[in-house]
């Protein structure tokens, strides 16, 4: 069935290092793509999409390249802040009618420290 | 900007109570879910609508119920509550066109069962 696995963290870093985040998937068709990000004591909130094959989602200096090739969509920054301390999850629709309900990774948690 | 509004951001109660989570979006969003997060498990659905007076099982729905008798208004019940529900209790919503539309989640309810 459709499933995501993105890497297990936690992962810790230095301010300004570079970040990655992989997470690949298994899916019927091309689905799109989403990245959320979790902060301490809050809701999921979109990170970025990607709806197509090749497709670059960004945002906040994040971003995702949807590859169909490798069925990846790794998440990356090219100078992490101390302020980007969250979990991230990696999450794509289930096919079938509707395609109402996401299927979520576990979540990678990133510290980031000055 | 989506709203969803989870009523409480904390509640403590006690073992066999009846247990009442609301949450309401602003976006008339024809879609609502309800999960529960847990520390290595990630996000598990427990129930979702896409329709007033419309449910379906998720993957835990065991323990649980809901309620939608308003579009804008998904409420989450515990009927017996018991100490192995205590987590974090995340609504969200999202559109008719599932594919393609992210979900808009709340802030989240911890929920301590003692």
């Known amino acids: 069935g459709d499933s995501v696995t993105q890497m297990e963290g936690p992962v810790t870093l230095s301010e300004e290092a570079f970040l990655t985040i992989n997470c690949t998937y298994t899916a019927t068709g091309y689905p799109s793509l989403f990245w959320y990000v979790q902060y301490p004591g809050e809701g999921l909130q979109l990170l970025l999409k990607?709806?197509?094959?090749?497709d670059k989602g960004s945002n906040k200096g994040f971003e995702a390249t949807y590859r169909k090739e490798t069925t990846s969509f790794h998440l990356e920054k090219g100078s992490v802040q101390v302020s980007d301390s969250a979990v991230y999850f990696c999450a794509l629709p289930l096919s079938g009618a509707g395609s109402y309900q996401l299927t979520f990774g576990k979540g990678t948690k990133l510290s980031v420290i000055p | 900007d989506v709203k969803v509004t989870q009523s409480s951001r904390y509640l403590v109660k006690r073992t066999g109570e009846k247990v009442f989570l609301e949450c309401v979006q602003d976006m008339d969003h024809e879609n609502m879910f309800w999960y529960r997060q847990d520390p290595g498990l990630g996000l598990r659905l427990i129930y979702f609508?896409?329709?007033?007076?419309?449910?379906e099982k998720g993957d835990i729905p065991e323990g649980y119920s809901v309620s939608r008798e308003k579009k804008e208004r998904f409420s989450l019940i515990l009927e017996s509550a018991s100490t192995n529900q205590t987590s974090m209790y995340l609504c969200a919503s999202s559109p008719l066109q599932g594919s393609y539309q992210p979900q808009h989640f709340g802030d989240g309810t911890r929920l301590s069962i003692l």
């Open positions: 990607a709806t197509k094959a090749d």
């Open positions: 609508s896409y329709d007033v007076k419309m449910k």
